[in-house]
């Protein structure tokens, strides 16, 4: 795992409210959840063959980690 970055979050748009309004990183603060991540990532490298860099979007609700989107592409999130 090189990264994380959080979601700024939610705020009023006149468009919609659920607008990506862009991220910040690094996270340091990822425990407990850096060793489930890195399982996470190994198994979808060894599943899917995938090398380099690939990027998935997680929604953590309370204790909850969901998965929403795994992109085979280095993030914007990541700049």
Request: hydrophobic share 45%; proline share 5%; net charge negative.
């Amino acid at each position: 795992m090189l990264g994380a970055a959080k979601a700024l979050e939610l705020s009023p748009h006149l468009w919609s409210d659920y607008i990506y309004r862009g991220s910040i990183a690094p996270i340091n603060d990822l425990e407990p959840w850096r060793s489930l991540l890195e399982k996470f990532g190994n198994m979808v490298a060894s599943s899917t063959g995938w090398c380099g860099l690939w990027q998935a979007d997680l929604l953590l609700s309370g204790n909850d980690l969901y998965l929403i989107e795994i992109n085979p592409r280095w993030t914007a999130s990541m700049e």
